[in-house]
């Protein structure tokens, strides 16, 4: 990596000047980090790609039929790998939040913010697709930030009118990845390839969500991990001085000082490697800092200088802050056990309550303003009878029919309002009106406890009690 000014890349050279996306007047400073090869980037790359095809093919590939993530605002569904979660899985839904929760926090007292430098959409798609574009099309680091500070020739506008058409291109990808998880491949095909008067709100979905990658990471870019993301601020209370830390070792850097002697001083030789690497702009060598993402280039920058100057790599690695005190670092400590246990109990609650969700979600209510203006009426033959709705859901990936009968009290009947047996398409929620006689004798205080099985065609059956209405005596 060649040796550049700090300055000549946008990094911080004033004391005044206290954040790595501003400067001390508060004008945007724009940020030019030069990519330093190694061991770490050669395996994020390797990880970044397998998460962007990854990304790519989950609204593709189909599991039960379905997506394999499929976010169906619409209908209020959602699917993750052949499992459909509807709007009366609430408790469901509540569980895995919160499992997701518990796991962040588990995972961020134990790793740092590793995810952000690893996994994170923002860094992947912004440090393994835009960012090699912009190298591609506008050359090096140096030479970008020396073209940009320099009046704008016909260059300057040629190059990056190029780069802006392939951010388009590949953010219109994008988009359409994007969008896939909210509706779909099969969805998106039948869009594209009607008359676009029949679905002009599809391509206005699209401008607007191409126009805002292109945005994110043509613009934006660190300020969405510095700024507008709250897993930073989140990072000063989920990390404690045991967790993992990309971590400069002041007591073998320092002091600081160039040239080849070393007497009385440090390994680090102040060359600023770290600090032109950085994607977020920052000095590690200043500590643990929010804007800090766990990506390892300033590790793959300093030992690229370590080598180069003959002394051993690890001058910044990961580590604890408990490690670089030379104290003894606690993988296991009390919150890692609590989030430990928490999480446990959470997955074992959701894993157990999916596993026994019923196939069929049903529930009964009155079907108010039916044109009854009574809870009941009494019918010519003395008995009386209630209108009620059933609520049904097929929470299947297959058709069914189902009946409705009354097994309580003795001498009830139902009379389906509609077919009968009623069919049910997969994920289908129907309601059905039933009108229920009873005999007046099975009122006891103007209650009869009755109950209803309804049986499907698959061979299952469920079984729901409803009080019905009559007279008191």
């Known amino acids: ?89 609430t408790f469901l839904l509540m569980l895995m939040l919160l499992t997701a929760f518990v796991g962040i926090l588990l995972f961020t007292a134990l790793f740092g913010r590793v995810w952000c430098g690893w996994g994170c959409p923002q860094t992947v798609y912004l440090e393994f697709v835009f960012r090699p574009i912009e190298r591609l099309v506008e050359g ?46 099969d969805r998106l095909i039948r869009w594209m390839t009607g008359d676009p008067r029949d679905h002009w709100g599809y391509f206005v979905l699209m401008a607007v969500t191409t126009g805002l990658i292109v945005f994110d990471f043509a613009i934006f870019r660190e300020q969405m991990c510095t700024i507008a993301c709250p897993y930073a601020r989140l990072q000063s209370v989920l990390v404690d001085p045991d967790s993992l830390i990309v971590a400069y070792d002041p007591d073998r850097g320092e ?26 702009g920052i000095d590690i060598r200043d500590g643990l800092q929010m804007e800090c993402v766990a990506c390892t280039q300033c590790v793959d920058a300093c030992d690229s200088i370590m080598d180069r100057v003959g002394k051993p790599k690890g001058l910044i690695r990961y580590a604890s802050e408990h490690e670089l005190e030379h104290v003894p670092t606690k993988r296991v400590r009390a919150r890692t056990i609590l989030y430990s246990i928490v999480f446990v109990g959470l997955l074992s609650a959701f894993t157990f309550k999916l ?34 709705r059933l609520r049904v859901r097929n929470q299947l990936g297959k058709p069914v029919t189902f009946t409705v009968e009354a097994e309580t ?65």
């Open 355 to 388: 596993a026994t969700r019923n196939a069929y979600d049903v529930n009964v209510g009155r079907n108010v303003g039916a044109g009854m203006s009574a809870p009941f009426i009494t019918m010519p033959d003395g008995q009386i009878a209630n209108q009620l």
């Open 255 to 280: 002091p600081r000082g160039r040239g080849k002697s070393r007497d009385g001083k440090g390994d680090c030789i102040d060359c600023f490697a770290c600090v032109r690497t950085c994607p977020t």
């Open 140 to 185: 090096t680091e140096h030479a970008r930030k020396k073209r940009d500070d320099a009046p704008h020739t016909g260059e300057w506008y040629a190059r990056r009118a190029l780069k802006y058409a392939a951010y388009i291109v590949v953010a219109a990808l994008l988009a359409h990845t994007f969008v896939a998880y909210f509706a779909s491949w």
């Open 1 to 89: 990596m060649a040796f550049v000014p700090a300055s000549d890349l946008g990094i911080l050279d004033s004391p005044e000047e206290v954040l790595s996306t501003m400067t001390k007047d508060g004008k945007r400073r724009w940020l030019y980090p030069v990519e330093s090869a190694g061991r770490y980037l050669t395996r994020r790359k390797i990880v970044g790609w397998a998460l962007i095809v990854f990304f790519v093919v989950l609204p593709i590939v189909r599991v039960g039929g379905k997506p394999a993530l499929f976010l169906d605002v619409a209908r209020r569904e959602f699917t993750f790998v052949g499992t459909t979660f509807y709007p009366t899985d």
């Open 409 to 473: 009290p003795q001498g009830a009947s139902v009379i389906v309002i509609g077919p009968s047996p009623v069919p049910l398409k997969p994920g289908e929620m129907k309601r059905v009106n039933i009108l229920v006689r009873a005999p007046r004798a099975t009122f006891i205080n103007g209650t009869a406890d009755a109950t209803f099985v309804l049986r499907f065609s698959d061979g299952q059956s469920v079984e729901e009690a409803f009080p019905l209405l009559g007279p008191s005596r």
